[in-house]
């Protein structure tokens, strides 16, 4: 079993929907979660980090974790053109494992 | 200001030569990383310095020589390589190499990449 899993999609999907990205994970270990969003040819730029079971949000994305279930989402509200992407997931474990483990990344359109 | 370069931006090379690919930040970050990424492929971990010594190799192929001159540079030496190493090369700096579990210390921040092609 791989250690964090993603729907590679492709999601296409009309301007203003919102958006859900998701990844499961096997391992309890790790305790870091990120969401990156990388543009065509660009490197990973970092979107969202979280540590603990919840919500965050920060503008139209909402990052949710859930340990129990090992499961970790990223949603985007009133998606735009420019949010098309592909958006990766990473773990961390905790301490001094600085690793991180991406998930195969979700290509995003949206479409005007 | 949250600037990872890269140079260059594409290289082309033969399996005979030898080439190196630079990579530079002025954040004052104390860990700097090297990913390979192919394809439709999530970045893969290749080293990791942190305070200018090699702390991770990920069983990299020794063709592939990192180095770290100075805080804020990173290179990578690249010497006979196989067409199959053919992929995107990201450089990554942050501040710690995460041994505190903050989002400030552990953020990972990305350059450009350099594409590269062997023949």
């Known amino acids: 079993q791989k250690e964090v899993e993603q729907d590679p999609g492709p999601l296409s999907v009309p301007e203003g929907a919102i958006v859900s990205l998701n990844c499961t994970y096997s391992n309890s270990a790790f305790q870091y979660f990120m969401w990156y969003r990388q543009y065509s040819r660009k490197g990973p730029e970092l979107l969202m980090y979280t540590y603990s079971s919840g919500n965050k949000e920060d503008g139209r994305f909402t990052a949710q974790v859930d340990k129990s279930s090992k499961y970790i989402s990223l949603f985007i509200r009133d998606s735009q053109p420019s949010d098309s992407a592909t958006y990766l997931c990473?773990?961390?474990?905790?301490?001094?494992?600085?690793?991180?483990?991406f998930g195969k990344g979700t290509l995003l359109t949206v479409n005007p | 200001d949250t600037e990872v370069t890269q140079t260059p931006k594409h290289l082309v090379m033969g399996m005979t030569n030898k080439k190196s690919l630079k990579c530079e930040q002025h954040?004052?970050?104390?860990?700097m990383y090297w990913y390979k990424q192919k394809a439709k492929k999530p970045p893969e971990l290749m080293f990791v310095y942190s305070y200018e010594k090699l702390s991770i190799n990920e069983s990299v192929p020794s063709r592939f020589s990192p180095e770290c001159p100075n805080s804020s540079l990173l290179n990578l030496h690249l010497h006979a390589l196989q067409p199959e190493d053919s992929a995107l090369y990201l450089c990554?700096?942050?501040?710690?190499?995460?041994?505190?579990?903050?989002?400030?210390?552990?953020?990972?921040?990305f350059g450009p990449g350099t594409r590269l092609t062997v023949l």
């Open positions: 990554a700096s942050s501040q710690d190499s995460g041994t505190s579990g903050s989002f400030v210390t552990d953020t990972q921040y």
């Open positions: 954040m004052g970050h104390r860990a």
């Open positions: 990473a773990i961390r474990r905790g301490g001094s494992n600085y690793k991180l483990t």
